[in-house]
């Protein structure tokens, strides 16, 4: 018998995942050092190379931010994903299989967890952004409302980046051997989403690559809400398709969100689908 999805069940399962966060002080710190050392030294140190306005008036700086805070949720979210080897080690997983809740019930709940702490730290990097002057270009009520809109759009990219991570860690059984696979997967996504350089600037090869990566959606999404004044290359890109073309103009985010709604349902449904048939 087939069991339905359980809303106490998901909400157990996510509340189980938020307190494991908020009590592993070490790995909240460390990760939000990482994105601010990245932000900080990037931002300001290679930024002070950059002169002439080349990046708007946010300068390198309030060019890569968005980028930074899309960093700390890419990580974030992956890495979530060995929570599902934790629980099958340590026999945790046993436990929650053993309820009369179906699978799915206990996916979606560890998913909307891992977005859920995964975005809560990019709020504190967009918090950490806005304190050095970022994002000081931007008036203020835009700014409020970019704030609150970029928080949807962080919950919609953690959300497929946590099913990807747990779709790793349900076909996977050795802590390490996740680990290593996905350092191997996120750091190209990291490096082709356009965090350092614009798309309009790199070569066709590389073009090519960066829109194929979902993070690179992700990050002009950001870039969109945030105001950033070069978050429109996606405007010069789909600029020829006389559908997409003029739209584009009218509604800047329209492609990028697109473009992660269709990625989240695909990893959410292949991480639903793996762990169902993962062995314990």
């Known amino acids: 018998m087939v069991q339905p999805i359980s ?74 994903g060995v929570s599902v080897i934790f629980d ?7 436990e929650m299989l053993v309820a009369p809740v179906s699978r799915t019930s206990i996916i979606i709940g560890k998913i909307l967890g891992g977005a859920l702490t995964a975005s809560i730290q990019g709020v504190i990097l967009l918090g950490v952004s806005t304190l050095i002057g970022a994002f000081s270009f931007v008036p203020l009520p835009l700014f409020v409302i970019g704030v609150l809109l970029s928080i949807g759009v962080m919950i919609l990219i953690t959300a497929g980046f946590v099913g990807l991570g747990v779709a790793i860690g349900s076909s996977l059984n050795d802590f390490h051997a996740f680990q290593l696979l996905v350092t191997f997967v996120i750091w190209p996504l990291f490096m082709l989403s356009g965090v350092f350089f614009p798309f309009t600037g790199a070569p066709s090869w590389l073009q090519i690559a960066m829109l194929c990566d979902p993070m690179f959606y992700g990050v002009e999404a950001m870039r969109v809400c945030l105001g950033s004044p070069v978050s429109l290359d ?17 509604v800047p985010w329209l492609v990028p969100i697109l473009v992660l709604v269709l990625f989240t349902s695909i990893m959410v449904a292949i991480g639903t689908f793996l762990f169902s048939r993962a062995q314990v």
């Open 234 to 250: 996606l405007i010069t890109i789909f600029s020829g398709i006389p559908v997409i073309g003029p739209v584009l103009v009218m």
């Open 7 to 80: 809303g106490q069940a998901i909400y157990v399962v996510l509340m189980r995942e938020i307190k494991r966060y908020w009590r592993a002080k070490a790995r909240i710190i460390s990760s939000i050092a990482q994105s601010f050392f990245f932000l900080l030294f990037f931002g300001m140190g290679v930024g002070s190379m950059f002169s002439g306005g080349s990046f708007g008036p946010g300068g390198y700086l309030g060019y890569i931010a968005p980028g930074i805070i899309g960093m700390g949720l890419l990580f974030g979210s992956v890495f979530s």
């Open 88 to 94: 099958r080690q340590f026999g945790f997983m046993k």
